[in-house]
């Protein structure tokens, strides 16, 4: 997370190039060790229970650890010394960019410094940038009038992570009436309350959310792939769904649409989010009220 939202900033300002920041992450790839390889390197858990508990990661909104503490494979103890073997997101930057010799550790402290005043981060805001995990880092950037559009949209970036990619890199959802992009795939829920969550964009984004979720390569957006792309955001909100009922909202979800070159249109406002995964956009559109008119 830490690496593509400061990593993107430096590009921004010139400061760093693309193919610097390309470095970087390539740098975060080969350093980065997943928690349950983990578990499995310090021969705390089997690769049956690794796999058990990654395939009921799609079912619950839960992290890794907590559902391999519920299950019984690790106790909280051990839970918290293998998250302290895995890199922090800051550190691991600092490391790369000296590695690298992209930049020093003064170079380093002096440009987010700039970041932090630039976009008015508190210094406990800054923390959670540098060392949050992206449920953390969502919580203070995605924010709308609408608590339900935001608890969707960070639902919409924990699964990304978790199904997706875990290079990931958002900004502030902005309102709008309109939408247009050449391609779209999103599903409605209707009942005590309306929702609507859509991904859209170019082909390669939306055709990368499907190879990924569908673990086959697939060299077409077409109705296969689109399907895919259908069945992430069914499981997205699914897990909404599953919210709304415990608060005794009743909510019916419609089957999935999926259209090129579209333009959607909310009665009530609707929120855009731009996300890039692996540095490609896809804007994630969401919205909750009256129904939305797609042409």
Same mark, same amino acid.
Not at 107 to 126: C, F, P, S, V
Not at 153 to 172: M, S
Not at 208 to 224: C, S, T
């Given at each position: 997370?830490?690496?593509?939202?400061?990593?993107?900033? !430096?590009?921004?300002?010139?400061?760093?190039?693309?193919?610097?920041?390309?470095?970087?992450?390539?740098?975060?790839?080969?350093? =980065?060790?997943?928690?349950?390889?983990?578990?499995?390197?310090?021969?705390?858990?089997?690769? &049956?229970?690794?796999?058990?508990?990654?395939?009921?990661?799609?079912?619950?909104?839960?992290?890794?650890?907590?559902?391999?503490? #519920?299950?019984?494979?690790?106790?909280?103890?051990?839970?918290?010394?293998?998250?302290?073997?895995?890199?922090?997101?800051?550190?691991?930057?600092?490391?790369? &960019?000296?590695?690298?010799?992209?930049?020093?550790?003064?170079?380093?402290?002096? =440009?987010?410094?700039?970041?932090?005043?630039?976009?008015?981060?508190?210094? #406990?805001?800054?923390?959670?940038?540098?060392?949050?995990?992206?449920?953390?880092?969502?919580?203070?950037?995605?924010?709308?009038?609408?608590?339900?559009?935001?608890?969707?949209?960070?639902?919409?970036?924990?699964?990304?992570?978790?199904?997706?990619?875990?290079?990931?890199?958002?900004?502030?959802?902005?309102?709008?009436?309109?939408?247009?992009?050449? =391609?779209?795939?999103?599903?409605?829920?209707?009942?005590?309350?309306?929702?609507?969550?859509?991904? &859209?964009?170019?082909?390669?984004?939306?055709?990368?959310?499907?190879?990924?979720?569908?673990?086959?390569?697939?060299? !077409?957006?077409? &109705?296969?792939?689109?399907?895919?792309?259908?069945?992430?955001?069914?499981?997205?909100?699914?897990?909404?769904?599953?919210?709304?009922?415990?608060?005794?909202?009743?909510?019916?979800?419609?089957?999935?649409?999926?259209?090129?070159?579209?333009?959607?249109?909310?009665?009530?406002?609707?929120?855009?989010?731009?996300?890039?995964?692996?540095?490609? !956009?896809?804007?994630?559109?969401?919205?909750?009220?009256?129904?939305?008119? !797609?042409?």
């Amino acid at each position: 997370m830490f690496f593509r939202i400061f990593g993107n900033y !430096l590009v921004e300002e010139e400061i760093i190039t693309e193919v610097q920041l390309d470095a970087l992450m390539e740098y975060k790839r080969k350093n =980065h060790v997943r928690l349950g390889m983990i578990a499995m390197e310090e021969n705390k858990m089997t690769p &049956a229970q690794v796999k058990e508990v990654s395939r009921l990661q799609a079912l619950v909104d839960k992290m890794f650890g907590e559902i391999a503490v #519920e299950k019984g494979y690790l106790k909280k103890e051990e839970l918290a010394d293998l998250i302290i073997q895995q890199s922090a997101p800051y550190l691991l930057f600092v490391q790369g &960019a000296l590695d690298t010799k992209i930049m020093d550790k003064e170079e380093i402290a002096a =440009h987010l410094q700039t970041y932090q005043d630039k976009y008015g981060w508190t210094n #406990e805001q800054m923390r959670i940038i540098k060392f949050g995990s992206v449920d953390d880092v969502s919580a203070i950037i995605v924010e709308t009038e609408d608590e339900w559009i935001s608890d969707l949209f960070r639902l919409v970036l924990r699964n990304l992570n978790r199904f997706i990619t875990n290079d990931l890199y958002f900004e502030a959802p902005k309102r709008m009436k309109t939408f247009s992009a050449p =391609h779209f795939s999103g599903q409605e829920m209707v009942g005590d309350k309306n929702f609507m969550l859509s991904f &859209a964009g170019e082909e390669r984004s939306l055709l990368f959310i499907a190879e990924n979720y569908a673990g086959e390569k697939k060299p !077409l957006l077409n &109705a296969d792939s689109y399907d895919s792309v259908c069945e992430f955001i069914n499981c997205i909100n699914g897990l909404l769904a599953r919210r709304l009922d415990e608060e005794d909202i009743d909510v019916e979800m419609l089957p999935p649409k999926y259209k090129d070159d579209f333009t959607l249109y909310a009665s009530d406002d609707m929120y855009v989010m731009p996300v890039r995964i692996e540095n490609m !956009l896809v804007m994630v559109l969401a919205s909750s009220g009256q129904r939305c008119v !797609l042409i």
